[in-house]
């Protein structure tokens, strides 16, 4: 680095003079010249010394050989990381048996994330619903990684499924270019709340609460740069930011300048002793929908499509961790307990019934509403390679109020999917790991996601990882 | 409410950056680098112990305090060989901290200075959880410990060159006391030459190889796969067959298969510290061996 530097210097110091010379060609300046030569000449030969002495001194980037006897005198392999990206490709094959028409699944009380109700698939977004009955291939998920150069870091995974091809992840990250901070570029799952950071595999049961799905379709996903700060102080103090897109749901493309969506968060976590640590975190994201549309039932049966316009949705939330394993030894015994917690407000215009043909809505005027949800859970390793888990999830459709309702021009049973619900499920689990790399789950779910209609949903799941040992998030 | 204010106390006053004297600020992967290092840094290094001696040092999690203590590290010393590959890069890379980055003087990976063993041929996992850089537990063959301490003390000097001296005498004094230490627990350990002994995990080898010691097979069924009941059988037939001497468990492996192969075979178990802490008599990095040496001794007979 020094070098570069003086060499750099050294050059362009040679270099003025040198254009000197051009302009007034003495033999003055050329005895100048030759005595900048020199000049250099000893400054290099002292910089070269200066980088022997320093190996010398430094010397340990030569393993010492003493004390064990030769036993191969060869290298070490490369790491998976040494010099490639360390791949790794997660596989996760699923069987299920519904006792109600997956088709027929939504969350009753909430607009759909991916704007259809039930009628095409992964019409909720990507991440909900309760999949498909019998068995099937869920997605695979390819991940890469590596050092960029010495100052980035890259992350790419897709998912792939069928004849999709879908670009989760794919991001750069600087950590410490200013001390601290981690600024990331990309996209990237978002940093509110807990679980949204990890991916499929990392989760303890075999999809992810309630109130992601609803409040996200998913994991959430944002194009744009997040920037995170770690305090310096004993317990974890951390501070991130991030702007984007803000396309998926419940915002909307929008086809302008600028960020569409914020988000803010916090996290403080500890340790007590070597068996207990926790996080507790708080989040806030605000976005906007443009052009946001769902569909809906009124009250006669007929469908109708419902458009939100300049509409301003924010949402923020809680989350707690706590782990427990017996003095920090996770491999026998440990325990897990993790909920969240999600507040949105939403305020803006929503069109009613629009018409194709004319573009017209049959009515149009102010949208607010305030919704909820959390889930609690609990995972419970009692032997080595077994764990049981609890989850309860509930939301809460919250107050709706909307314009033609008030004034009389609808009522309120125009909006079949937006009654008053309070979706609920409770989840039970035991998977077992051959080892660290696999994983197999039995998953038994009482599901009230609809209207009046209680769905059974046993799940059996494996998922295995192949390839680099990626590590795990807290 | 009172409960309410100490909580809040002492939430305050573990968020206000903390004034340490030392010249540098250290973080210990394990237990035994701890030691290590306080014998080379004395008042100088501050060190932040990451995890305790009773845990299996294969499975960490990335808690959030590891961030913390990360943020704010002059230096990181770890095994390496790939034995935290589930959590440090994580850690190092969420916690902004340009100068433990991999590479850079404040990252320190002991196994990389010492010849390793175990460096497999082939690298599958249908072996189970091997490292392609060799067995990372170098810290128990001692003669590993000086070279790593020499290397280990330079890098001291490094990071602060105005205790540059001290690092160098503390080193000397650590480097003579050490040898002369080794030299007694290898007359103390002459009659464990040769012994047989079936381990729980490959973590044994350098102490096996430095002693002179026979690994005859390991507990687990493949590295990290913990024992089945058919595996278990299986090594019963052998040990029926070519009996061995003793088998050991360290302070992190779980006691109930070696205790289920003793009580059939009559082969005792000795329960080793592994690292600093693992037992009450493994107070420091003297105190490890001297304890590793006694119980396996004692357990013998030799």
């Known amino acids: 680095m020094h070098r570069n530097f003086l060499a750099t210097a050294v050059a362009l110091s040679l270099a003025l003079p040198a254009y000197a010379v051009a302009q007034d060609d003495t033999e003055a300046t050329r005895s100048e010249l030759e005595e900048l030569r020199q000049q250099i000449q000893e400054l290099e030969d002292r910089l070269d010394q200066q980088a022997r002495s320093e190996a010398a001194n430094t010397g340990d980037r030569e393993p010492a050989r003493q004390g064990v006897p030769e036993q191969d005198s060869a290298r070490p392999l490369p790491s998976n990381s040494a010099f490639n990206p360390a791949i790794s490709l997660i596989l996760d094959g699923r069987y299920r048996h519904l006792e109600q028409d997956p088709d027929t699944w939504e969350i009753g009380g909430f607009v759909p994330a991916g704007g259809h109700g039930h009628d095409d698939e992964g019409g909720h977004g990507h991440g909900a619903g309760p999949g498909e009955r019998g068995f099937s291939l869920n997605e695979s998920e390819l991940a890469i990684s590596a050092n960029i150069d010495p100052y980035w870091a890259g992350f790419f995974t897709a998912g792939v499924r069928n004849e999709e091809f879908d670009v989760e992840e794919a991001w750069i990250q600087n950590s410490g270019f200013v001390p601290g901070v981690v600024a990331k570029a990309g996209r990237f799952f978002s940093g509110i709340g807990y679980v949204n950071q990890q991916h499929p595999h990392a989760w303890d049961f075999g999809d992810l609460p309630l109130v992601n799905q609803a409040f996200y379709g998913g994991n959430l996903a944002e194009d744009g740069v997040q920037v995170r700060y770690v305090a310096p102080t004993p317990l974890f103090l951390e501070f991130g930011g991030e702007m984007g897109r803000g396309a998926s749901f419940p915002g909307s493309e929008r086809n302008a300048n600028g960020p569409n969506a914020w988000s803010a968060f916090a996290h403080l976590g500890g340790d007590i002793g070597f068996s207990n640590s926790y996080q507790v975190g708080g989040s806030y994201r605000d976005t906007r929908a443009v052009e946001r549309e769902y569909d809906d039932t009124d009250s006669m049966g007929n469908g109708v499509e419902n458009v939100f316009m300049d509409l301003d949705s924010n949402t923020w939330g809680l989350d707690f961790i706590w782990k427990w394993a017996p003095e920090g030894d996770i491999s026998v015994r440990n325990a897990k307990f993790q909920a969240e917690y999600y507040r949105r407000k939403e305020d803006g215009q929503m069109g009613y019934d629009l018409d194709d043909m004319t573009g017209n809505f049959a009515q149009q005027g102010a949208y607010k509403s305030e919704q909820s949800g959390w889930y609690a859970q609990g995972v419970w390793q009692f032997i080595p390679r077994w764990r049981v888990g609890l989850r309860y999830d509930l939301l809460d459709s919250g107050t709706l109020m909307y314009e033609p309702i008030t004034n009389g021009s609808i009522s309120r049973d125009d909006l079949q999917l937006l009654r008053e619900h309070k979706p609920e499920r409770t989840t039970v689990m035991v998977d077992f790991s051959s080892s660290e790399f696999s994983r197999f789950r039995l998953q038994y779910a009482n599901d009230k996601s609809r209207f009046d209609v209680t769905d059974d949903q046993l799940m059996f799941q494996f998922i295995v990882s192949l390839g680099s040992h990626g590590a795990h998030r807290f | ?302």
């Open chain 2, 1 to 302: 409410m009172k409960l309410f204010s100490v909580i809040l106390c002492v939430l305050l006053l573990n968020l206000v950056p903390q004034v340490s004297h030392a010249e540098i600020r250290a973080f210990a992967c394990e237990p035994e680098w701890v030691a290590l290092l306080k014998e080379l840094g004395g008042k100088h290094v501050s060190v932040y112990q990451a995890t305790s001696p009773k845990q299996d040092p294969h499975y960490v999690e990335a808690r959030p305090s590891l961030v913390a203590r990360m943020r704010r590290a002059d230096l990181v010393v770890c095994s390496g060989s790939d034995l935290e590959v589930g959590w440090l890069p994580l850690v190092i890379s969420s916690a902004g901290n340009t100068s433990v980055q991999p590479g850079r003087l404040g990252y320190f990976m002991a196994s990389e200075y010492v010849e390793r063993l175990d460096i497999p041929d082939r690298v599958d996992r249908s072996m189970g959880d091997i490292h392609p850089q060799g067995n990372p537990h170098v810290h128990l063959d001692p003669r590993n410990l000086s070279i790593i301490a020499n290397v280990l003390a330079k890098r001291l000097a490094l990071i602060d060159s105005s205790n540059a001296e001290a690092y160098a005498q503390r080193n000397s004094a650590f480097q003579a006391k050490w040898s002369q230490s080794i030299s007694r627990w290898e007359r103390d350990a002459s009659g464990l030459k040769g012994l047989r002994l079936v381990t729980y995990h490959r973590d044994s080898i350098y102490l096996a190889h430095w002693l002179g010691i026979e690994l005859t097979m390991t507990i687990e069924s493949k590295p990290g796969i913990p024992p089945s009941a058919r595996h278990l059988a299986s090594l019963l037939e052998v040990l029926k067959a070519e009996p061995a001497d003793v088998i050991t468990r360290m302070a992190y492996n779980e006691p109930k298969a070696p205790q289920w192969l003793s009580d059939r075979t009559g082969i005792p178990v000795a329960e080793l510290p592994y690292t600093v802490g693992g037992t009450k008599q493994a107070k420091d990095l003297y105190g490890l061996f001297d304890d590793t040496i006694e119980r396996l001794r004692k357990a013998t007979g030799r």
